[in-house]
């Protein structure tokens, strides 16, 4: 297998996924894509949109939503199907899960996004625009990028 990288990954930040496809004999290059972040050659219809952490993901949700859509409706468009991978970890595993995330900002912001409000806008955005949300470690994302892209994510 080979994987496409996006050419807006920054090279700082995926180290260690980069370090997970060598160990595993993944060749892969960079270029850029016209949605998500990862794809495979041997099936470009599926591609898996990497986020740091919930609190990136819902920054792209809330703040950045107009854009955010629009790479879901470009994914559609193209008839790619796209997977986002939250390397959020700890109890967060599933798009259940997100309810009980306590977003830091609550501190400063009593206007910030809970964890129940953020799964709702995810679980709409999902049956919307055909996206799943999928929940790893940041030490398993390499893997789970892997193990998506050569299972062609569903």
Known sequence: MTIQIDSREKPHAIGKILACFDRNSIQYFVSKLPVGDYISLDNAKF???RKANLQELCGN????HKRFIAELVRANQLGIK???LCEHGGN??????VKSWY???L??????TTGEQ???ILHTISIRHNVEFLFCNKSQTG???IELLEGAGY
Do not use: G, M, W
């Open 61 to 64: 949700v809330c703040q950045q």
């Open 47 to 49: 591609a898996i949109d």
């Open 143 to 145: 893997a789970k990028i």
């Open 92 to 97: 967060i595993r599933t798009l259940e899960d």
């Open 103 to 105: 977003n830091y900002r």
């Open 82 to 84: 796209l997977a986002v």
């Open 118 to 120: 953020l799964y709702k």
């Open 107 to 112: 501190k400063f912001s009593p206007k910030a």
